[in-house]
């Protein structure tokens, strides 16, 4: 059974910042990206940045700059790191492995950034 378990969410003020790990166990074959998504109240499930098994990433235009991605291969862990939060960076933030063996979501954890 594959699990992925997203932590590093918190409270933090405008300005802060947090860094957010998901690491995957199970029977996972050849990941072809990791992303992360996020999903603020009343509004759909979006991409935030994304990485491919090659290293390539992606991101949404309104984190360029602020937030990097990065990736352990040998931990099946994905990283985010969170600068200059902003208020509407408020949401709950899920990551997601695309592989050969299935698709996967984790649980969430939620971000508020609050003064």
């Known amino acids: 059974q594959v699990q992925l378990v997203e932590s590093g969410g918190g409270l933090v003020q405008p300005g802060g910042s947090l860094r957010l790990s998901c690491a995957a166990s199970?029977?996972?074959?050849?990941?072809?990206?990791m992303g992360w998504y996020r999903q603020a109240p009343g509004k759909e499930r979006e991409l935030v940045a994304a990485?491919?098994?090659?290293?390539?990433?992606n991101y949404a235009d309104f984190v360029k700059g602020r937030f990097t991605i990065s990736r352990d291969k040998a931990k099946n862990t994905v990283y985010l790191q969170m600068n200059s939060l902003k208020p509407e960076d408020t949401a709950v933030y899920y990551c997601k492995i695309d592989s050969i063996s299935g698709n996967y979501w984790g649980k969430g954890t939620q971000v508020t950034v609050s003064s």
């Open positions: 199970g029977s996972i074959f050849n990941i072809n990206a």
């Open positions: 990485i491919t098994s090659g290293g390539r990433t």
